[in-house]
Each structure stands twice: as structure tokens, then as C-alpha cells.
């Protein structure tokens, strides 16, 4: 499975933006990117995923890279509430199995 | 609200025993996963369910075993334990077996202690 690399911690100001960056330098052209976070002492939920195109939601917009190499996962106004683990996780079309393979995710500290 | 279900919460228990882990996924999903999250290992994928079915494992020790009922709800079997099978265990489902788009929903998790 090809490997995301991710800052070990970011610090973010409330209602500021956030950009959090996941580097895949071996992604393949049919990989999903995933972004899903955990909050404190819960399990860890999705946020968003793309393939080659920016995606937006309600939780978070996700940038991706003309190259695929990278990625940006970005909350448009941090609060209190974002403070959390964030994974960015490959998953492959082809695989014969939903797993998903969780690195060491980025901590955000979101200040008052 | 993920609407997956986790029991128990806490589970504590000695060395040597044996524990059962429960899980309930969201009405209409058919895949189940289990992940054991510690602070040496962080997250990692055990096993896989998908319609009652084995699918997928990972890094799933020997002395731990699961199954899928019928009526889709699984459970992780624990035994012989060991101080170091103390962690998180999380359940998720999704709605398919496999798949790049398919999302996974988590329930808050089992915390076992091992003494």
C-alpha cells in the first residue's frame, strides 16, 4: 500500500483557517485520497475523500495537487471542536478488501 | 451519532483471560471491521467481515478470533491475554466489501485493561 507523510502536530488559531498537508510521492493513478480525523476519546469518523479533482463538503474542502503527490485537507474556520488526530489514507480501487491503513495522522491544537 | 454500537465501554480483566467484544453495525451495512489502537501501535486493521464472512486480516494475533452473525452484529474474541493486548478496540462498518469511495462509520470503541 502506498505511504502518506504527515506533519506530527499544527497549531491553528480559532475561526482561522487551517491547511493540513499530506505528502503521497507513490500514489497510483487509481489510489482514493481519504482524509478521516479523531476526536478525543472517540473513534474516528470520515471527512473526505477525492480522486483527482478539489472536493468540497460541509466538514472541510479537500486540495489536491496537479501531480497527486500531495494533498491539502482544509477547514475553512477552525473552532475548539476541530482539535483532533487527522489521517490521510490512500485506498486503493482494486484492492479486495475495505481496510483502511491509518499512519500517525497530524494533531491539531485549535488555540481561543 | 455514528450508529455503530460498541459494548462494553471498559472491560477490565487479568492475564490469561478471556473477554468478548460486541459490535452492532448501522442498519443496512454488511461490512465489519475491527481495528485495536494502542499508543505504541497506533491504529491498525485486525479483521474484516463482509455479509458473515471472513474478508480481510491484518496484524490479528492467533489468541484473538471474530465472527459476523446473521443478523450482522460481530464479535472479537479475546483470550490468554497479555498486559500488552490492553488498548482501544474499534468497530466499524460500511456498506460494501471493498472499494476505494466506500466510508467506514466507528463506534466509540471498547477500552480493555489487561492486569
Known amino acids: 500500500d502506498a505511504k502518506t507523510t504527515q506533519p506530527n502536530s499544527m497549531e491553528s488559531n480559532e475561526e482561522e483557517p487551517v491547511h493540513l498537508p499530506c505528502n503521497h510521492s507513490t500514489i497510483s493513478g487509481t489510489d482514493y485520497i481519504h482524509w478521516y480525523r479523531q476526536l478525543p476519546s472517540q473513534g474516528p469518523e470520515y471527512v473526505i475523500h477525492?480522486?483527482?479533482s478539489n472536493v468540497n463538503n460541509r466538514m472541510a474542502s479537500l486540495a489536491i495537487a496537479e501531480d497527486r503527490k500531495s494533498s491539502t485537507l482544509i477547514l475553512h474556520r477552525a473552532t475548539l471542536r476541530d482539535a483532533a488526530v487527522y489521517y490521510c489514507i490512500l485506498r486503493v480501487w482494486a484492492g479486495n478488501t475495505g481496510k483502511l491503513i491509518f499512519g500517525q495522522g497530524t494533531t491539531l491544537q485549535v488555540k481561543p | 451519532d455514528s450508529g455503530v454500537t460498541q459494548t462494553p465501554k471498559h472491560l477490565i480483566t487479568a492475564t490469561g483471560q478471556r473477554v468478548t467484544l460486541r459490535c452492532s453495525p448501522r442498519s443496512g451495512d454488511l461490512s465489519v471491521y475491527w481495528y485495536q489502537q494502542s499508543l505504541d501501535q497506533g491504529l491498525q486493521f485486525l479483521i474484516q467481515?463482509?455479509?458473515?464472512?471472513?474478508?480481510a486480516k491484518g496484524n490479528i494475533l492467533e489468541r484473538f478470533s471474530a465472527q459476523q452473525f446473521p443478523d450482522l452484529h460481530s464479535e472479537l474474541n479475546l483470550s490468554s491475554l497479555e498486559l500488552g493486548d490492553s488498548a482501544l478496540y474499534f468497530c466499524a462498518s460500511s456498506v460494501a466489501q471493498r472499494g476505494a469511495t466506500d466510508t467506514q462509520y466507528f463506534g466509540p470503541g471498547t477500552r480493555l485493561t489487561v492486569l
Open positions: 467481515y463482509y455479509n458473515g464472512e471472513e474478508r
Open positions: 477525492g480522486l483527482t
